[in-house]
């Protein structure tokens, strides 16, 4: 049910600073696409306009469009609840509901929605924590907390947790920049099979886990201090790994600058 | 918008049927237009009793109709919000009013006249006087209880950020936090029983003494935070040139936050300044004007207000000077904020978020 | 109170030659200066200790004075005759009317405070949070006998609606029921000390849901919460400690008020199971009302209810404080 993200001409702005400027790209439905650039480029900005979480920002809105399957997220009567509900997010920090248990925290969103029978629960609890790795660390202690797991173990908790409502989209900003290398590579290799279910877009500052997990890459870069970010090219991976088309986008990942 | 919103509903699972942003004002008005109808109709005359149907139709209308529109949850949502809204708007409510009644009744006798005379050939029913007596006894008291209250409370707090470890320093870190819930009228008996023992009549810094009491974990606790903001490199680059810790605690710690701890000093004593009940047991009360705080019943400005209420039978005189000594208060203690507040601004460490 | 060890900590800067011929004075401590001052700091914070002991020695030695003479049972009779003789008084009626004001003004005051404190911090437009912070701010700065003014004379005379409408609705209950007296009565009070209480425990809520880290809120965000469902899964089971501890600091000054009390209640030494009719007494109130005409003997029983409420508010303020502490986050309530 993965979908598919167009989006056209996106500016964002917090109050009166524009951090992205005129931002046009196509995602395609089941595959990963990766944001690289620099800090402060706006990579995180235009990720989170995705799913309209800039705007819980104070001050940021949006300008622009963002198709998902042909549907704008900002046109008129659009719930951006229900926008979130569709295009999950996973944090930088790993960020689980700290006075609830790990089968609660993967509950979370679905009791959210509805009325759900225990044992539905308790199936879609075990695909989810299944679906994330996670299951067989955790099967025995449904019921502690679960800030009482690895730094690792949280950030599968919490893909678990957004996979567990069934998103279209799964949006990732900088989810191992805060994990070891070994639990890195367990979220990298879990990127690698939700890419089956779901359209990933992920934001790393990480060029070799850029290059590792996905099809595509996106580079943003920014003129200036204080001058809004903007999409410079967007490509195969290998391509932009190879033989990008831009300099600028050589320059960064030969380590030039940045 | 809204043909849109209901056709699309089937289609997209992005397009909620959503009300329009005037919905919340709109109810609210509905609800305020019927609430007074209701209570009209009904011949209810108390405005509590309409503000209060009113605030009741608001919530449960925007959840009726939020619900058939939008669903439970967006309902639920509307309901928080709204009954936050009325929340607000019931704080609000009496703060106005009490200003509002304050200013109004206030200014009826409040003249140079009723600030420079004392309440001394005046009985409490009939009108004129003045509170100049209760000036002086206010002045006196909560200066002498800032004399002594500011400092030990700054030292003390100097004690528990600059040397306090162990034992000592976490038993009065408690009892600070206790002495804090102290009810006022406690205090004041402390200082009775006192009296009592030594067989001695009120006079005005029998009062001070409890006041100071009321104000030392005030100003412990505003200071602590003020110390624990200036920077240890601070601290220790003053140690690193080896200036002593005292001196460096004189010459540099204590200038770097001197602004936010006057600040403290100032609200603290103008909480002070409104105690009513340690006065009333220790100050005792007095029409005359008397200077010595040392010697003899003093009067005070917040007692003022509570035995012109008291003693005066229901007279409209004393209520109206009731509420121009009410008014003077407000207007000192409001002063002493919005002055503590600005040095607070101007001297802000300029690290805060 | 080591010195010697804080004098250590900053590390040696070997181009100053100054610095160790400073280090080596300051390390004996025996600099008079540094004595005086640590033995003026740390007298004063003794000085808090003594005065703390004192209010409990001398508050319960004058109460002792006067509850062995007490003819009645101090805890258990209904009545307060300190003039006569034999002398008879009991702290029943007051120890009740303090316990149901106070827990009037908390059903009202603690809902309506979370409210304001989430108005504040999640609801309210940004432009309008600063100033509605100020205004309650302004509420805690009046004065308590401002407060007992307007009560008597603008509250007291609002309440006759309410109170026939209670009487009409809900008297069957007895609770509500109203013989149309002077709405002087514990009810009044309620809503007056919950007026009064209301500043402090929106202040520390507020203090503690500012604190709710970003990226709780985002979580629920994220999985499609509403503002409210944010609010339910990551700010109030966050603040839920503080907002305890916040409520028991109204409720510690909700026990102590004395002038708006004393102002408002028409008072008498009996418990009546209505709420509206007037009547009743807190320790409070009882002092300062019966003080003017009390004698010696008639100010040491006061000053043994005094002593009473003062253990009251004691365990409240401590249990506040335990919890508070508990919580390692959630950094003071000096908001």
Redesign the interface.
């Known amino acids: 049910m993965a979908k598919r993200i167009d989006v056209s001409g996106l500016t964002a702005y917090y109050g009166s600073h524009k951090a992205i400027e005129d931002i046009s790209m196509t995602v395609e439905p089941r595959s990963v696409t990766a944001f690289i650039g620099p800090s402060g480029c706006g990579k995180s900005t235009f990720l989170r306009t995705l799913?309209r979480?800039h705007e819980?920002t104070?001050g940021g809105r949006v300008e622009g469009k963002v198709l998902?399957d042909d549907?704008d997220?900002y046109g008129?009567?659009?719930?951006p609840?229900?926008?979130?509900?569709?295009v999950?997010?996973v944090?930088q920090?790993p960020?689980?509901?700290?006075?609830?248990s790990i089968f609660d925290n993967v509950a979370?969103?679905l009791r959210?929605?509805g009325n759900y029978k225990k044992s539905e629960l308790n199936d879609v609890v075990e695909k989810s924590l299944k679906g994330a790795n996670l299951w067989n660390e955790v099967k025995d202690r449904l019921n502690k907390p679960g800030s009482g797991l690895s730094g690792g173990q949280q950030q599968r908790l919490?893909i678990a947790?957004?996979i567990a409502?069934e998103p279209k989209v799964l949006l990732m900003d900088e989810p191992c920049s805060a994990l070891d290398p070994i639990s890195t590579l367990a979220i990298e290799d879990l990127i690698g099979e939700l890419k089956e279910r779901f359209t990933i877009v992920i934001v790393t500052h990480n060029m070799q886990q850029a290059a590792r997990v996905s099809d595509r890459t996106a580079f943003f870069n920014l003129a200036a201090v204080g001058q809004p970010g903007r999409l410079i090219e967007i490509d195969d991976t290998e391509r932009i790994f190879s033989n990008p088309s831009v300099q600028a986008t050589e320059d960064y990942i030969s380590g030039r600058f940045g | 918008?809204s043909t849109?919103?209901v056709t699309?509903k089937r289609a997209?699972?992005?397009?909620?049927?959503?009300l329009p942003t005037w919905t919340p004002w709109a109810i609210a008005a509905g609800s305020i237009a019927l609430g007074i109808g209701i209570s009209a109709a009904a011949g209810l005359h108390s405005s509590i009793q309409w503000a209060l149907i009113a605030g009741l139709l608001f919530v449960l209308g925007t959840y009726g109709i939020a619900a058939r529109v939008e669903g439970r949850?967006q309902a639920r949502d509307r309901v928080a919000t709204s009954f936050v809204w009325v929340a607000f708007v019931v704080a609000v409510v009496p703060l106005v009013s009490l200003i509002w009644v304050t200013v109004a009744r206030g200014v009826k006798v409040l003249d140079l006249y009723f600030l420079t005379h004392s309440m001394g050939v005046v009985a409490d029913t009939e009108p004129g006087g003045g509170i100049y007596h209760a000036i002086i006894g206010s002045l006196e008291q909560v200066g002498l209880a800032t004399v002594i209250g500011a400092p030990i409370g700054v030292l003390t707090a100097i004690y528990l950020v600059e040397y306090g470890r162990g034992r000592l320093a976490k038993a009065v870190t408690f009892f600070v936090d206790v002495m804090t819930g102290i009810p006022s009228i406690v205090a004041g008996l402390f200082i009775l029983s006192l009296m009592l023992i030594f067989k001695m009549e009120p006079f005005g810094f029998a009062g001070s003494l409890a006041l100071a009491i009321l104000m030392m974990p005030v100003v412990v606790r505003s200071t602590e935070e003020m110390l624990k903001l200036v920077p240890n490199e601070l601290r220790e680059a003053s140690l690193a040139l080896g200036v002593p810790k005292w001196r460096t605690i004189l010459k540099v710690v204590l200038p770097t936050s001197i602004g936010g701890i006057t600040t403290g000093v100032m609200l603290a004593v103008a909480r002070i300044a409104g105690e009513t009940a340690p006065v009333l047991l220790l100050v005792f009360g007095n029409p005359f004007i008397n200077n010595n705080p040392f010697e003899g019943a003093q009067a005070s400005l917040p007692l003022y207000i509570y035995q012109q209420f008291a003693n005066s039978a229901g007279s409209g005189a004393a209520y109206d000077r009731a509420w121009a000594a009410s008014l003077t208060l407000i207007a000192f203690v409001m002063i002493l904020n919005l002055v503590a507040r600005g040095i607070a601004r101007w001297k802000a460490p300029k690290t805060g978020r | 109170m080591d010195i010697s060890t804080t004098t250590d900590a900053p590390p040696p800067t070997p181009s100053r030659p100054t610095t160790a011929e400073g280090k080596r004075t300051a390390r004996g401590a025996t600099r008079p200066g540094d004595r005086i001052f640590l033995g003026l700091s740390r007298g004063s914070g003794i000085l808090l200790l003594v005065i703390m002991a004192a209010i409990a020695v001398f508050l319960t030695y004058r109460a002792a004075l006067a509850i062995g003479k007490d003819h009645g049972s101090f805890l258990t009779t209904f009545e307060w005759n300190t003039n006569v003789l034999p002398p008879t008084f009991g702290i029943a009626v007051l120890a009740f009317g303090t316990i149901v004001s106070s827990v009037i003004a908390m059903a009202i005051a603690v809902p309506v405070a979370v409210a304001i404190a989430l108005f504040i911090t999640h609801y309210a437009p940004?432009r309008m949070s600063g100033p509605v912070a100020y205004v309650i701010d302004l509420l805690a700065a009046v004065p308590s006998i401002v407060y007992g003014l307007w009560g008597a004379l603008v509250l007291v005379p609002h309440m006759n609606g309410l109170y026939g409408w209670l009487n009409d609705f809900f008297g069957w209950t007895g609770v509500f029921s109203w013989q149309e007296g002077a709405p002087r009565s514990m009810l009044t009070v309620g809503i007056l000390l919950s007026i009064m209480i209301l500043p402090i425990i929106t202040n520390v809520s507020r203090e503690v849901f500012r604190q709710v880290?970003q990226?709780?809120e985002?979580?629920?965000?994220?999985?499609?919460?509403?503002r409210w469902?944010v609010i339910r899964?990551?700010v109030l089971?966050?603040g839920r400690s503080g907002v305890i501890s916040a409520s028991m600091l109204g409720l510690g000054r909700a026990l102590g008020e004395t002038m708006a009390v004393a102002t408002v209640l028409s008072p008498s030494f009996d418990i009546q199971a209505s709420l509206l009719d007037p009547g009743g007494g807190t320790f409070a109130q009882n002092i300062a009302s019966k003080f003017s005409e009390a004698n010696e003997f008639g100010r040491d029983a006061l000053i043994a209810s005094g002593l009473v409420l003062f253990v009251i508010t004691l365990v409240v303020n401590g249990a506040a404080r335990v919890i508070i502490a508990r919580r390692s986050e959630y950094s003071g309530a000096n908001a």
């Open positions: 799913n979480m819980v104070p998902l549907e997220l008129t009567g659009i719930d609840v229900a926008v979130r509900r569709e999950g997010m944090f920090r960020n689980p509901f700290p006075t609830m979370a969103g959210l929605n919490c947790r957004a409502v | 918008m849109a919103a699309d997209s699972s992005l397009r909620g049927a959503s949850r | 940004r880290p990226m709780h985002e979580a629920a965000l994220a999985l499609g919460a509403t469902e899964m990551s089971p966050f």
